[in-house]
């Protein structure tokens, strides 16, 4: 059975009065008891610290997706007016690990390129599932490399080096 309207949220008003009659009151977003001392807000918080931020700064970001004119490095697709995380993702060639990296280059704008789809789609999904062929088109690159000296193979700019200012260098393909 569906409901016809959802749940309405608990007034302040009325968790203080319960909590004044030593009653517990029980936030189901927090998991803990509502203490109005702690909490005078609309919901209950997370006694935890807040989680830091690994990832490329706006004007990096920004600069990244200029770079690659809003299109997909490995499909050519533009997905700039998509949503970030949805419909492009903003992809680290070198992974930044779990906890994050101390380098400084990894979130530099050599390191990053602009994919299609999220996590587990689109082409994001397709170079998380095959790491070789993203390593042999320069989409992901070994945590022993250096970003900058990796060709990357771009749907919309051909084989180019990927350069810390933002820019990109054409290269040239020697035949052996």
């Given amino acids: 059975m569906e409901r016809r309207k959802p749940l309405n949220q608990m007034?302040?008003?009325k968790?203080?009065?319960l909590a004044g009659q030593g009653r517990p009151v029980w936030s189901t977003l927090a998991r803990v008891p509502f203490s109005p001392a702690r909490d005078t807000t609309r919901h209950a918080t997370l006694d935890r610290k807040p989680a830091k931020a690994?990832?490329?700064?706006?004007?990096?970001v920004a600069l990244v997706i200029e770079r690659d004119r809003g299109c997909c490095v490995r499909c050519g697709r533009y997905v700039a007016g998509g949503v970030r995380?949805?419909?492009f993702s903003i992809q680290h060639r070198r992974a930044r690990g779990?906890?994050?990296t101390r380098r400084a280059d990894t979130n530099g704008p050599q390191s990053l390129i602009v994919l299609c789809g999220s996590a587990t789609t689109g082409c994001h999904d397709?170079?998380?599932?095959?790491?070789?062929?993203?390593?042999?088109?320069g989409w992901?690159?070994?945590q022993s490399?250096?970003?900058?000296?990796?060709?990357?193979?771009?749907?919309?700019?051909?084989?180019?080096?990927?350069?810390a200012d933002g820019s990109f260098t054409p290269c040239r393909v020697v035949a052996s």
């Fill in 15 to 17: 968790r203080a009065e």
């Fill in 140 to 142: 992901a690159v070994r």
């Fill in 98 to 100: 779990a906890g994050g």
């Fill in 85 to 87: 995380g949805r419909d």
């Fill in 54 to 60: 690994t990832g490329p700064d706006a004007a990096t």
């Fill in 126 to 137: 397709h170079v998380e599932r095959n790491r070789v062929e993203a390593r042999g088109f």
């Fill in 145 to 163: 490399d250096d970003p900058a000296v990796v060709p990357v193979r771009h749907a919309v700019h051909g084989l180019v080096l990927l350069s």
């Fill in 11 to 13: 007034s302040a008003k």
